[in-house]
């Protein structure tokens, strides 16, 4: 069960309501910025992870200015998009509120509060466009961070995200031409662990690294367990199925 830690009580609690009936995410952003990307890239982990655990999902946003740049950003970045608060009614009987939002905002109304550490940009003068030339690469870059730790980013961790994720697609590419094998339980076991203690997504890609180059490990299994993962992770890692290069 996926449990995560509540800003309110610094407590973590169930993200899934008791009566497993359906869970609100509320995402409340700012405007145009790494740290709002960030916020709603935690809550797109978050519906996804409630999504593999049978939850339903309701979810919305809340974004004062820049809104329709910042939902074309998070597009870019492979994060599903959210209704805008404004046009929601209330009252629909949820079972649990979770609210995901920047550590430095007031928590909002009743409910569970999962709070996002700033990211921010040291390479000098870039701008989030220009951040998104490689979405990829950005993502998996801000999910190597813990969340409850700032996000620094910079060109050498962007290079660094973006030559792990190539490997990955290449090694994909490659273990898809063996026999397919089950995700090993022990390996689905470590993957689930991780990413149901507080959404740890550095703990989920460690296992992904171990996977990659255990060597008692059968491709297809590598194969299977990358593609589970990424059902989580949305870095598009079987996008290189079927290129001959």
Same mark, same amino acid.
């Given at each position: 069960? *996926?449990?995560?830690?509540? &800003? ?7 993200? +899934? ?12 952003? %700012? ?5 709002? *990307?960030?916020?709603?890239? +935690? &809550? ?8 593999? %655990? ?18 074309? !950003? ?14 929601? =009614? ?16 007031? #928590?909002?109304?009743? %409910?569970?509060?999962?709070?996002? &550490? ?10 989030? @466009? ?5 979405? %990829? ?8 961070? @813990? ?9 050498? /961790?962007?290079?660094?995200? =973006? ?15 063996? #026999? ?12 689930? =662990? !991780? ?6 997504? @550095? ?8 996977? /990659?180059?255990?060597?008692? *490990? ?8 990358? *593609? ?9 890692? =079987? ?7």
């Amino acid at each position: 069960m *996926l449990r995560i830690l509540d &800003a309110r009580t610094g407590e973590p609690v169930p993200a +899934t309501p008791a009566r497993r009936g359906l869970t609100r995410v509320e995402v409340h952003a %700012g405007g145009l910025d790494l740290t709002a *990307l960030r916020v709603l890239l +935690t &809550a797109d982990l978050l519906v996804r992870a409630l999504e593999l %655990g049978g939850t339903p999902v309701w979810t919305m946003l809340t974004a004062p200015r820049e809104q329709a740049e910042l939902g074309t !950003a998070a597009a870019a970045l492979s994060i599903r998009p959210f209704e805008d608060s404004r046009d929601v =009614a209330s009252g629909l009987g949820e079972a649990q509120v979770v609210h995901v939002r920047a550590a430095t905002e007031e #928590p909002p109304g009743a %409910g569970v509060v999962v709070a996002v &550490a700033p990211a921010g940009w040291d390479g000098g003068g870039e701008d989030v @466009p220009g951040l998104l030339a490689d979405p %990829g690469a950005l993502r998996l870059a801000l999910l190597s961070v @813990p969340r409850g730790e700032p996000a620094a980013l910079d060109a050498a /961790a962007l290079e660094e995200a =973006a030559r792990t994720a190539a490997e990955w697609r290449t090694g994909v590419a490659r273990w898809a031409n063996q #026999p397919s094998r089950p995700v090993p339980d022990e390996v689905r076991s470590r993957l689930r =662990a !991780a990413w149901d203690d507080d959404l740890d997504l @550095p703990g989920v890609l460690a296992v992904l690294r171990d996977v /990659a180059y255990a060597p008692d *490990l059968p491709d297809g299994a590598r194969f299977e367990t990358f *593609l589970y993962a990424d059902r989580l992770l949305a870095l598009d890692l =079987a996008g290189e199925l079927g290129n001959p290069g």
